[in-house]
Nanobody, 127 residues
Framework: VQLQASGGGLVQAGGSLKLSCAVS????????LAWFCQHPGKEREFVAS????????????SVKGRFTISVDNVADNAKNTVYLQMSSLKPEDTAAYFC?????????????????WGQGTQVTVSS
């Protein structure tokens, strides 16, 4: 399974950014896709997750109302994209953002529960 994250960059406080994560290499029949962020010197922490069908979403309290996770499934189910639309960005949102995937239907918030990871994409919010 390959996950390729993109879309990070520099944005002013109050601005918006949309992250993408292309998931390929295997067809999932049931999976949870998630975004985590990691601030310098800190542990990687949960941001949001969505199931493969897009019907259930879970978000961290710190991003509720500002960040939206979505998934774009194609017919062959072996190549899909998960997005993180980030709005009303704050300087404290500055971090490296990682996408992750796991089989099953449980929306875990612990990074250890996700065996598949993409590389990070840096988001920097200036004040």
């Amino acid at each position: 399974v390959q996950l390729q994250a993109s879309g990070g960059g520099l944005v002013q406080a109050g601005g918006s950014l949309k992250l993408s994560c292309a998931v390929s290499g295997r067809a999932f029949s049931n999976a949870v896709l998630a975004w985590f962020c990691q601030h310098p010197g800190k542990e990687r922490e949960f941001v949001a997750s969505i199931d493969w069908s897009g019907r259930k979403r879970v978000s961290a309290d710190s991003v509720k109302g500002r960040f939206t996770i979505s998934v774009d499934n194609v017919a062959d189910n072996a190549k899909n994209t998960v997005y993180l639309q980030m709005s009303s960005l704050k300087p404290e949102d500055t971090a490296a953002y990682f996408c992750a995937a796991r089989d099953g239907s449980v929306h875990y918030r612990e990074k250890i529960q996700y065996p598949y990871w993409g590389q990070g994409t840096q988001v920097t919010v200036s004040s």
